[in-house]
């Protein structure tokens, strides 16, 4: 019960493959991570970033947490942007949500869930303030899809007035924040149109992004 061996030989089986198709491929590896893109998701196990965008380890530094969550008071969420902006110069920061997000149907209810009660307040302030949007939708589903949207443009919004990403526009650096989600359904991508390379861009990319129809 202690022991995992299958997920063992899994991953002897995986190197392997890996190996026959780049025998250098751990040993560059090794020698450190560029990767250009900063994924911030949702902790879902039904999501992985790497394998939905089709790329391999080293060429994307992941975050997630519960409803892919941006807020100033995570410090954690916060140092993986700085190190990634900083350090490692990343030049997209993707924030990816994803349909049917148990985070976000949870916050759409009264019910208390114990300790992420806390967490799910953030995306509760959201459905607030979104309000008139979301009465207009009588469809439960559409709603509650609607929402995870709308939870992916605020959090894309939080990464773009996050300290790091406003010091490196003011820099003049490389760097663009995007909003995308994710149907589980189907396995495919869908861009939000909130792409945001600079501080004069967000209030346009906003207001597009939240006027779209679902």
Same mark, same amino acid.
């Given at each position: =019960?202690?022991?995992?061996?299958?997920?063992?030989?899994?991953?002897?089986?995986?190197?392997?493959? +890996?190996?026959?198709?780049?025998?250098?491929?751990?040993?560059?590896?090794?020698?450190?991570?560029?990767?250009?893109?900063?994924?911030?998701?949702?902790?879902? #196990?039904?999501?992985?970033?790497?394998?939905?965008?089709?790329?391999?380890? %080293?060429?994307?530094?992941?975050?997630? $947490?519960? !409803?892919?969550?941006?807020?100033? #008071?995570?410090? $954690?969420?916060? #140092? /993986? =942007?700085?190190?990634?902006?900083?350090?490692?110069?990343?030049?997209?920061?993707?924030?990816? @949500?994803?349909?049917?997000? @148990?985070?976000?149907?949870?916050?759409?209810?009264?019910?208390?869930?114990?300790?992420?009660? @806390?967490? &799910?307040?953030?995306?509760?302030?959201?459905?607030?303030?979104?309000?008139?949007? &979301?009465? @207009?939708?009588?469809?439960?589903?559409?709603?509650?899809?609607?929402?995870?949207?709308?939870? /992916?443009?605020?959090? !894309?919004?939080? *990464?773009?007035?996050?300290?790091? /990403?406003?010091?490196?526009?003011?820099? %003049?650096?490389?760097?663009? /924040?995007?909003?995308? +989600?994710? !149907?589980?359904?189907?396995?495919?991508?869908?861009?939000?149109? *909130?792409?945001?390379? %600079?501080?004069?861009?967000?209030?346009?990319?906003?207001? *597009?992004?939240?006027?779209?129809? #679902?």
């Amino acid at each position: =019960m202690r022991l995992l061996p299958h997920l063992i030989e899994n991953n002897r089986t995986w190197a392997k493959n +890996i190996l026959e198709e780049d025998p250098e491929f751990f040993s560059k590896l090794a020698k450190g991570q560029k990767p250009e893109i900063l994924w911030i998701g949702c902790a879902d #196990s039904r999501v992985p970033a790497n394998q939905i965008i089709g790329l391999k380890p %080293g060429e994307v530094f992941v975050h997630r $947490n519960i !409803a892919n969550v941006v807020v100033h #008071s995570d410090f $954690n969420c916060q #140092s /993986v =942007m700085e190190y990634a902006v900083s350090a490692l110069q990343v030049k997209h920061i993707i924030v990816c @949500g994803h349909y049917g997000c @148990g985070g976000v149907q949870a916050a759409t209810q009264n019910n208390h869930v114990g300790l992420i009660d @806390g967490w &799910l307040r953030h995306i509760r302030d959201i459905r607030q303030k979104h309000d008139e949007l &979301l009465q @207009g939708i009588d469809d439960e589903n559409q709603l509650l899809d609607r929402l995870c949207e709308l939870n /992916v443009v605020e959090q !894309a919004l939080n *990464v773009c007035h996050s300290t790091v /990403v406003q010091e490196a526009w003011e820099q %003049g650096r490389e760097l663009a /924040v995007h909003g995308w +989600i994710y !149907a589980i359904k189907d396995g495919l991508i869908r861009d939000l149109n *909130v792409t945001i390379a %600079g501080t004069d861009e967000i209030a346009d990319a906003y207001r *597009v992004a939240v006027n779209q129809p #679902s």
